[in-house]
Nanobody, 125 residues
Framework: QVQLQESGPGLVKPSQTLSLTCSVS??????????WSWFRQAPGREREALSC????????TYANSVKYRFTISRDRAENIVYLQMNDLKAEDTAVYYC????????????????WGQGTQVTVSS
């Protein structure tokens, strides 16, 4: 079973940039067997899929709400998946999770088996 651990600064001001990391153990982020995604959940709202990193030759996917502002990437040597978030807005305030599943990206949280514990991101002036 894959273990995931998110980390990143918690409080930023609007328009600032923040990078979250997801440290992976028990599986390789270069594996063609696993896919890696970021989700978030704001208070009182459903958990929202943000981005999924494709295997080699594929295309990363992004939710419309974060497209062109957020970028998913990975460090193969460190076995880390990143989420860089630019031009942050108050509505980006949420708990951010990384997740993994086999055999393809999905926007449904029910399709993911492995989750990190989440990290709080607060965007406020």
């Amino acid at each position: 079973q894959v273990q995931l651990q998110e980390s990143g600064p918690g409080l930023v001001k609007p328009s600032q940039t923040l990078s979250l990391t997801c440290s992976v153990s028990g599986g390789s982020i270069t594996s063609n067997y696993y896919y890696w995604s970021w989700f978030r959940q704001a208070p009182g709202r459903e958990r929202e899929a943000l981005s999924c990193i494709a295997n080699i030759g594929g295309r990363n996917t992004y939710a419309n709400s974060v497209k062109y502002r957020f970028t998913i990437s990975r460090d193969r040597a460190e076995n880390i998946v990143y989420l860089q978030m630019n031009d942050l807005k108050a509505e980006d305030t949420a708990v951010y999770y990384c997740a993994s599943r086999r055999l393809g990206c999905s926007d449904s949280r029910d399709d993911y088996v492995d989750w990190g514990q989440g990290t709080q991101v607060t965007v406020s002036s």
